[in-house]
């Protein structure tokens, strides 16, 4: 069975693991690999102390998916900025659903008036998933993304939340 849950520091490492799986993948996210495990530590330590919506899926302690929304810097922190991605064998499963309906029911708790994210024109699946939860349009960044020879939008959408 897969949960559902906050994300604990011994999720960290599973946490790597799952994001640098999807990163190697080329085609949802913006690093081509994870950061190290250091660097994971510290962002995640930050985001449990700061009570930060930081969700994963795990199957049994294996951690599966993730989806976070941390406050943009400076005059931006009213706007919570969203990412997420699931492990290629447990897509279709409608883990996206789950955890960003968890993720958004927490930063809703917050303080955030709206919570942005970009996302990859060729993402149609993704691209669907947000719509779904009413994320709009805000503009678009044509040919933003060269890899492997090929090109990709970046869109840029948004939710608000009052």
Known sequence: MIAIRPITPDD????????????RERRYLAKLEAP???????FIGHNIAQDHAQFVAAENERVVGWC???PGAHGEKHVGKLGMGV??????????????????????????????LQVYSSNSAGCALYRKFGF?????????RLVDGIYDDILLLALFLR
């Open 12 to 23: 960290i490492p599973g946490l790597r693991e799952a994001l640098d799986s999807v990163a």
């Open 36 to 42: 190290s495990l250091e660097r994971m530590r510290d």
């Open 68 to 70: 976070d929304i941390t």
């Open 87 to 116: 492990v290629k064998d447990y897509r279709g499963r409608r883990l996206g659903r789950k955890l960003l309906e968890a993720t958004l029911a927490k930063a809703r708790t917050k303080d955030f008036e709206k919570i942005e």
């Open 136 to 144: 709009t349009e805000e503009g678009r960044r044509q040919r933003a």
